[in-house]
T-cell receptor, first 114, second 111 residues
Framework: DSGVTQTPKHLITATGQRVTLRCSPR?????VYWYQQSLDQGLQFLIQ???????AKGNILERFSAQQFPDLHSELNLSSLELGDSALYFC?????????????FGPGTRLTVL | TQLLEQSPQFLSIQEGENLTVYCNSS?????LQWYRQEPGEGPVLLVT???GGEVKKLKRLTFQFGDARKDSSLHITAAQPGDTGLYLC???????????WGAGTKLIIKP
């Protein structure tokens, strides 16, 4: 158990819909990261927050948005969903968001878009 | 274009054999990490290397960072079924906080 929690574990929805994925970081960690992993592929970095502020942005689509709240939990919002958005979405957290920090990953949310 | 190339993409060997997987790039990195991911779970950090030529050992696993900090290798001695998983390398550059990830090597160790 990494200490990072993600909800829901599974999500099935239809094209065109909007969903929200939630992440609670490890106690004491200030930085949160979001990743997308398609079937049998590596991780695609989406976005990173540190103490409520956006720190780095990867290949995140305009239809996706995220935020980190004052209590440090984070939400990833996916809208106008397409079939290709079906994937595992991971949240990770680290102490200070540094380049060599250990990132602790949650169990992931499996999103299926029908 | 994948900035970090991992090879092989897939490897299936018998228990007890040795193996090496590679992570290569044309870019210079300030640090590189290796993670292992089991099915249905998130990746777990194995090691971080930061110095060119650095070698780190973790039981039967040996990690090496290339002298020029453009490549890395992971060698497993006497592989066991418990080593089965997806091995991912991730590297960082001085210019930004974002980790760049390889596509992974899927390793299966058969009993």
């Amino acid at each position: 158990d990494s200490g990072v929690t993600q909800t829901p574990k599974h999500l099935i929805t239809a094209t065109g819909q909007r969903v929200t994925l939630r992440c609670s970081p490890r106690s004491g960690d200030l930085s949160v990261y979001w990743y997308q992993q398609s079937l049998d592929q590596g991780l695609q970095f989406l976005i990173q927050y540190y103490n409520g502020e956006e720190r780095a942005k990867g290949n995140i689509l305009e239809r996706f948005s995220a935020q980190q709240f004052p209590d440090l939990h984070s939400e990833l919002n996916l809208s106008s969903l397409e079939l290709g958005d079906s994937a595992l979405y991971f949240c990770a957290s680290s102490v200070a968001g540094g380049r060599t920090d250990t990132q602790y990953f949650g169990p992931g949310t499996r999103l299926t878009v029908l | 274009t994948q900035l970090l190339e991992q090879s092989p993409q897939f490897l299936s060997i018998q228990e007890g054999e040795n193996l090496t997987v590679y992570c290569n790039s044309s870019s210079v990195f300030s640090s590189l990490q290796w993670y292992r991911q089991e099915p249905g779970e998130g990746p777990v950090l194995l090691v971080t290397v930061v110095t060119g030529g650095e070698v780190k050992k973790l039981k039967r696993l040996t990690f090496q960072f290339g002298d020029a900090r453009k490549d890395s290798s992971l060698h497993i001695t006497a592989a066991q079924p418990g080593d089965t998983g997806l091995y991912l390398c991730a590297a960082s550059m001085d210019s930004n906080y974002q980790l760049i990830w390889g596509a992974g090597t899927k390793l299966i160790i058969k009993p």
